[in-house]
């Protein structure tokens, strides 16, 4: 089983609008949870990082929230752009087993925003 | 250099062949990482270098599959009788130090093998 799993695989959105993407993990414990965007053909960028003791986040229209109890994170994304089109990739990363970043990616949302 | 550079960008093959991937991370960070990208899914772990040696190479998935650092910068993913299923995106990141939340992740090498 995906210790890390997101939902929905895609979603089309109009321009303006708002949306929230979901991540499920079950790694325990970890050192924090990332949220990347990927555009097509580059590499995954950092949006948000939260240690376990954080519930939110924010980085602009960028919001990610983290419940360590339910072991659920989102990201909300507000007035989306049509540069906002690409896979947002949730990551968890598990310090703990060998004292570096081992970090483990859902297979990501793809979004897709539309004029 | 400012970003993290892979080479090639693509990468055509034929089955059996032997394929070297090349990443160049940031000046100065010990920690580099490889992952693979399949279609749909996100980066899987392949190997972890802090400095010349190979800290955790968990993630690699068979002996046909080798990476080296040898001079604590530069590494090199080595692929030999490259077969149909290691077509994928081949991701390299570096962080300033391994447990640095900062990782910068190249453009990738995207291999084919036919």
């Known amino acids: 089983k995906n210790q890390v799993e997101q939902s929905p695989q895609s979603l089309i959105i109009l321009e303006g609008k708002n949306c929230t993407l979901q991540c499920n993990y079950t790694v325990s414990p970890f050192s924090n949870l990332r949220w990347y965007k990927q555009d097509t053909g580059r590499g995954p960028v950092s949006l948000t990082i939260?240690?376990?003791?954080?519930n939110t986040k924010s980085n602009g229209r960028y919001t990610a929230t983290l419940d360590a109890d339910t072991k659920q994170s989102s990201l909300h994304i507000t007035a989306s752009q049509l540069s906002d089109s690409a896979s947002y990739i949730c990551?968890?990363?598990?310090?703990?087993?060998?004292?570096?970043?081992?970090?483990?990616f859902g297979a990501g949302t793809r979004l897709a925003v539309h004029p | 250099g400012a970003g993290v550079s892979q080479t090639p960008s693509n990468k055509v093959t034929e089955k059996g062949k032997y394929v070297e991937l090349r990443c160049d991370p940031i000046s100065g960070h010990t920690a580099l990482y490889w992952y693979r990208q399949s279609l749909g899914q996100g980066p899987e772990f392949l190997i972890y270098f802090q400095g010349t040696g190979a800290a955790d190479d968990s993630g690699l998935p068979n002996d046909r599959f080798f990476a080296v650092r040898p001079e604590g910068s530069v590494s090199t993913l080595k692929i030999q009788r490259t077969e149909r299923g290691d077509s994928a995106v081949y991701l390299c990141?570096?962080?300033?130090?391994?447990?640095?939340?900062?990782?910068?992740f190249g453009a990738g090498s995207r291999l084919t093998v036919l």
């Open positions: 990141a570096s962080s300033l130090t391994p447990r640095a939340n900062v990782l910068t």
């Open positions: 990551v968890v990363s598990d310090e703990f087993s060998g004292g570096y970043n081992k970090l483990i």
């Open positions: 939260m240690t376990f003791s954080e």
